[in-house]
């Protein structure tokens, strides 16, 4: 089985930073990428940012210079520092990670249970 389990996210006052982690525990051979979607009420979910194992990074234009994402592959973790917290960036943050739990087969896809990002005046 394979865990995704979120950390950080809170609360923050408009233009404050905030910080959330991710680690993927349990049957993991190779990581594929990592990254963050996040939903508001009455939204879809969108990405916000992802990086792979080549580290390639990905942004959503929304985010892009305010929001960063870095990964310690070796540890299966990722981590997104956001700056410049805006009204539009409050929602729950979900981690996914694509992954082989085998040397052999498809890669497959999981997901956090996500973590609250609130925005103050």
């Known amino acids: 089985q394979v865990q995704v389990v979120e950390s950080g996210g809170g609360l923050v006052q408009a233009g404050g930073s905030l910080s959330v982690s991710c680690v993927v525990s349990g049957s993991v051979f190779r990581l594929v990428a990592m990254g963050w979607y996040r939903q508001a009420p009455g939204k879809q979910r969108e990405l916000v940012a992802s990086?792979?194992?080549?580290?390639?990074?990905d942004y959503a234009d929304s985010v892009k210079g305010r929001f960063t994402i870095s990964r310690d592959f070796g540890n299966n973790a990722v981590h997104l520092q956001m700056n410049s917290l805006k009204f539009e960036d409050p929602a729950v943050y979900y981690c996914?990670?694509?992954?082989?739990?085998?040397?052999?087969?498809?890669?497959?896809?999981?997901w956090g249970q996500g973590t609250q990002v609130t925005v103050s005046s």
């Open positions: 990086v792979n194992s080549g580290g390639g990074t």
């Open positions: 996914y990670a694509y992954l082989y739990t085998t040397p052999k087969g498809d890669w497959n896809q999981y």
